[in-house]
C-alpha cells in the first residue's frame, strides 16, 4: 500500500463534472435571452414574477396587517373583507399569503447567497491549494454526511428560531455541494493549456482565479443556485411545519402551515392556501431551473 | 359448529365462567384501553418534576395514604389516621393487604421514608416539614407526624391530588436522593407496570395489579376503592393532535386526555364518542413579570401590563368563541373554588389599553422594548405569546416576542439576567385548578423573593400570610387569609390572572365510570365490546 | 481491487469522526439545559445545580467532548439524559420502524420510477414524456407532509382502505405490518419517484445517442429489448449513484413522515430529543444517521465494479 498516494475521491461525488470551456459568462446573455422561448419557462417566470411584485408591493396588493391579530374573528371563511378567510388567530389569510411571499423569496435568496459565497469561498481554496484541500474537504465530507433537515432541526430548536438561525440552517449543508462543484471546476480547468500558459507567464493566483477560473464556474452556479432557493422554500416549510422554523410570528407560508396544521380536517383551505404558494413558487423555479440547465450546461443534466 | 361467532363466543365465556370462575374471563377476552395522554411518557421519577403526565403516571401504579373524594373532603386510602387532643400529633394506620409489586407488604417505615422525600421537592410538602418536629414508624403498620403547634396541614399534604401528589414507595427506593431521578417503577398501586414493554416517549404500558386489594367504599374522585375494570391500559403518545383525533374516530384509540377545542367539531354528534369534562381538571392561564429587571422591577409598569391585558382574547384563541370551555375571572384561586374574589374585576378581565399608556407615561417608559417569551411547542400555550403581544403592544408597550419550545422558555425563565444576556422580562403558563386553589402551594402568589417561583416577586406580607394560611385550622380563617392573600397578589402585580379553560378528553363511548378527580385515572373504568 | 476497497473503508473513518466533532460541538454551544427539562418547572437552583453535577454538564466542554468521543469508540453512545436509559437500546427500540419505511419507500420508488423514466426515454418530447417530466417536477414541489395528509384524507378517512396512522412490527403478522406502511411509503416516496424518474430518463436518452445502442436497433432488436437490456444496464451507475447520495434528502423526509403517520421510529426520537435537550440522544441518532449515510455511499461506490463494466479497479 503506498501511503503518500490520497485515497481515490468517492464515485459518487466527483461524477460528471461539467467541463466548460473559459469565457463562460459572455455567451450567458445570449442562453438567458434564448430560455424564454420555451412555453414552461415563460410561465414560470410569469408565476415568479408575480410573486415578486406581489412580495416587493405587499402594503398596495392588501390593506389587513398579516399580524394584526383579533380572536373575535377566528377562523371566518372567506368573504369580502378577508378575501381568503382569517386563521386560528383571527388574522387576514390574503394578507399573510401577500407578506409571506417576502419571507419565502428572502429565504430563497438568503439560502443562496449564503451557500454559493461560501461554497465558492471553501471550492476555490481547496481547488487551489493542496493543503487546504486535505483539511477543508474532510470538514466537508463530515458536513456532508449529516443529513440537512436533521441538522438544522437541531440548530434552529437549540438555539432559537431566528430568521437568522434558519437561513443559517438551511444553508451550511448545502454549501458542501458547492464548494465541491467549484472545486471540481478550478481542478478541471487548473491544466488546461490557457490556464497554464497564463501561470506561465506570472498570472498572480487571484487573476488567475477570477479571470480564467471563476467564469467556469458561474453556468454550473446558476443551475445550481435555482435548485437550492427551491430547495430552500422548501425547506423552510419543513422546519416551520415540524416547529423548528422561523418565529410563529412572522407571517411565512410555513408557520401558516403549522399553524394550520390542526385544522386538517375541519378547514383544509388553511393549509391548503400557503400550501398550493409554496408548490407553486418551488415548480416554478424548478422548471426554470431545468431549462436554464438544458440551455447553459447539456451535460450537467446528468447531475440532477 | 353451527353457531355463528358470538354465540360460540358467549358459549366459550360461559363455560368458562362455569368450569373455572369468573376470574378467567378476562384471559378469553382482554380489554385494553388505548390512550393518548397530555404529553409523552419519558421519565419514571413522580416526585422530582411537576410535569402532569408523571402525576398520572404515579396515580397508575403508586397509592397515596389518604386522598380527596369527589367533593374535595379528605378520606384515608392507604391508612386512617387519628389526632391527638392537642391537634399536635397525627397518627396513621395502615390498612390491611396492602403489597408492593414485588410481593412484599407495605411497611410503615416505606411510607415514612417516602414522605420524607417528598416533603424536600413540594411546595405544600415543604410547609408541611418546616412545621414538623418529628416523623417516625411506631410499628410495622403505624407511624406518626408530631408537629411544633396544632395544625392542619399534614392531612391537606398527604391527600394533595395534584401537582406532586405523595405517592408511597419502596424504602430502599424513597432513599434516593431528590436529586437523583429513580427508575424502579414497584409502587403498590392498582396497575403494574410492563416495564419490558415500556418505550420512553413512545409507549407505557399498564397491567392490572390482580393482586390489588381495594377499599370497600365506592368510588369516589381520588378516594374509595380503586377496582381496575380491564386488563391492561396502555398510553400511546401522539404529536400531532389532528393524527390523534383520526386514530379516535377509526376506533384505533379510547382515549385523548387533552383534545384541543377547536377539533371537537369532528367528533360532536357522533354516538361513538362522547366528551368529558372534569371541573377539577381545568386550567388557569397566568402571565409573569420579572420583578429582578427592569422596566417590571417597577410596580407603575406592571400594574401598566395588568391593565393592557384582558382574558377574552386569549381564552378565545385557546378554545374558541362562544364555547362554554372557557371562564373569565379575576380571582387568583381559582374562579369557582371557595377563595374566588371579584377584587379588581374589570382591571383584571378587560383590556384598558388607554389606562396602560397613561400609567407608561407617568412612570415616563422611553419605548425600549420588552422580551416575552413564547412557548410554541404545546397546543395550549401557543396561543398565549401572540395575543399578550398584540395587547401590550395596544397598551403602548414595545414588544420582542421571542419564541421557542417550552424546553428554552423553561431554561431561560430560571435566568435573572438582564435580557440581553439570556434574561427576559415576561412569559405565560397555564397551571391545572387543584394546583391554584391551594393557598400554600400555589407557586403563583409565592412571593418570598429569591425563593419564590420565577419571577421572583418578593412581597413578605404574602409569605407571612401563606404561612398563617397553613396553621390556620377552621375554614373561615383559610378563606379570610387567602381573600388578602389574593388582594396583595393583585395590588403588586405577582401575577396575572388569565382566566380559566376546561380540558376536554374525548372518549370513546365504550369507557365509562372514570373517576371525577383532579387527574385522569383509570381505576373503576369499564370497556364495554 | 482489494486495496481499493480497504482504502475506501478506511477513507469513512475521518469522515465519521469529523461528524461526531461537529454534531457534538453545535448541539454544546448552542442555548439549553437539559438538567431544567429533567427537574421540571418547580425545581429550585440548589437542585438543579445537584442535578447537572450528577449528569456531568458542569465539566469543561473539552473533558466531555473526549469522554463522549471515547465512549463512542468503546460502542457506549450514552445514556439518556431525559429516561435514563442507554441511547443504544433507544435507538434499537425506534429502528424497526425507520428501516421498515425507509426500505419500503425505496423499493416503491425504484419499482414506479424506472419504467416512468424508461417510458419517458422512449416517448421523449411526446405528451407522455412531458406529463412524466411534469408529475416529477411536481412531486419535487409539494411539501412531504402536505401529501401525507392529503393520503389520510382520501385513503383512511373517506374510504377507509387503511389505518390512519401507527405501526405494527412485522412480528404481529404481515397484514397489520403492510397495512400502516403504505401510505407514509407512499407520501415518503414522491420526492424520491421523481427524482429517480429523471435521472433514469436523461441516462436512458443518452446512452441511447451511444454507438452501441445504435448498432444494437441497426440490427434489429426490439426497442423495448433495447431500452431494458442495454440503455438501462448501462443507466445503473448513475441511478445507484443518485439512490445513495439522496439517502440524505430521504432522511429529512422521514422525520416528517413519522410525526404524521405517527411512527415510533428515529425521526421522531430525534425531534422528541431536540425538544427535550436529550444532547446524547440527538448525538447518537445523528451520528446514526451519518454512518449510514456514509456506509451506503461506500457500497455505492463498490457496487459501481458491478454494474459498470468500464470500470476497474
Redesign the interface.
Known sequence: MSSDTPAPEPQSQTLSLPEMEGGGASGLRAVLGGILSSWSARISAAVLLIIVLMSVFAPLVTSHDPI?????I??QPPSAAHLLGTD???RDMFARIVYGSRISLLVGAGTVIVALLFGMIIGVLTGYFRWVDAVLMRVMDGLMAIPGVLLAIALV?IS??TLVTVLVAIAVPEIPRVARMVRGVIMGVRNEPYVEAASVLGTGMWPMVWRHMLPNTVAPLIVQGTYIFAAAIMTESILSFL??GI???IPSWGNMMADG??????KPELIFFPGVMVSLTVLSVNMLGDVLRDRLDPRMAKRL | MFLPKSASGLLKGALAVAFLGAGSLTAQAETTINAVMNA?L???DPA????YI?RNYGYMIYDTLLARDEAGKVQPQMASWTVSDDGKTYTFTLRDGLKWHDGTPVTAADCVASIARWDQ?D?TGQVMASLMETMQAVDEKTFTLTFKEPTGIALLALSKPS??PPFMMQKKVAET?????I?STIGSGPFKFDASAY?????AVFLKNEDYVPRSEPSSGMAGGKVVKVDKVVW????????????M??G?IDFIEQA?H??L??VEGNPDFKLQTFAKQGSQNLVRLNWTQPPFDNLKYREAALEALGQ???L??QV??GKDASTTCAAVFGCSGPYATDYKADDIIKPHPEKSKELLKEAGYDGSPIMLM?A??L?SL??Q???I??QLRDGGFKVD????????V???R?SKAPVAE?GWNIFS?TNVLPDVGDPVGF?GTAAGGD?A?FGWPNVPKIEELRAAFARASDTETQVKIAKEIDQLAIDNVVMIPMGEFANINVVSSKLSGMPEAEAPVFWNVTKSE | MLSFIIKRILSAIPVLFMVAILVFLVLRLA???PA??????????D??Q??RE?MGLTRPLLEQLIIWLTNMAHGDMGT?L????PATE?IM??FGPTLALSLSTVVLAIVVAIPLGVVAAWQRGKVLDRLVMGLSVLGFSVPVFIIGYVL?LVF??IL?WF????YQPLSNGFVPFAQRLVLPSVALSFPYIALIARIVRTNVIEVMNEDYIRTARAKGLKESAVLMGHALGNAAVPIITIIGVSIAMLIGGVVVTE????I?GLG??V??SV???DYTVIQAVILLFSAIYVVINLVVDLLYGVFDPRIRY
Open positions: 394584526q391579530l383579533d380572536p373575535a377566528r377562523l386560528s388567530y383571527g430548536a432559537g428560531g416547529g423548528a418565529p410563529p410570528e396544521r390542526l385544522y386538517f380536517l375541519l | 409523552p419519558r421519565a419514571l422530582i418534576s411537576t410535569a408523571l421537592v411546595k401537582g406532586i436522593p431528590v436529586s437523583t431521578p427508575t418505550q420512553p416517549g413512545v409507549k400511546t403518545t401522539m404529536p400531532d393532535p389532528m393524527t390523534a383525533m383520526n386514530a374516530m377509526s384505533e384541543p377547536d377539533l367539531p369532528l377574552q382574547s386569549m378565545s384563541a374558541g368563541n413564547q410554541t411547542d397546543a401557543a396561543p405569546g401572540p395575543v403581544a398584540q416576542v421571542v419564541a421557542m419550545d417550552w424546553a428554552s423553561v431554561a431561560r430560571s439570556g403558563t407557586i425563593s417561583w | 442555548p439549553g439545559d431544567v427539562m429533567i427537574a421540571g418547572p418547580n425545581a429550585t437552583p437542585q438543579l445537584q442535578l450528577s439518556s431525559i429516561s435514563g436509559k433507544l427500540d425506534r389520510i383512511a378517512r377507509g389505518p390512519v396512522q401507527g410525526s404524521v403517520f405517527n415510533p421522531r426520537l425531534l422528541e425538544l427535550a435537550r
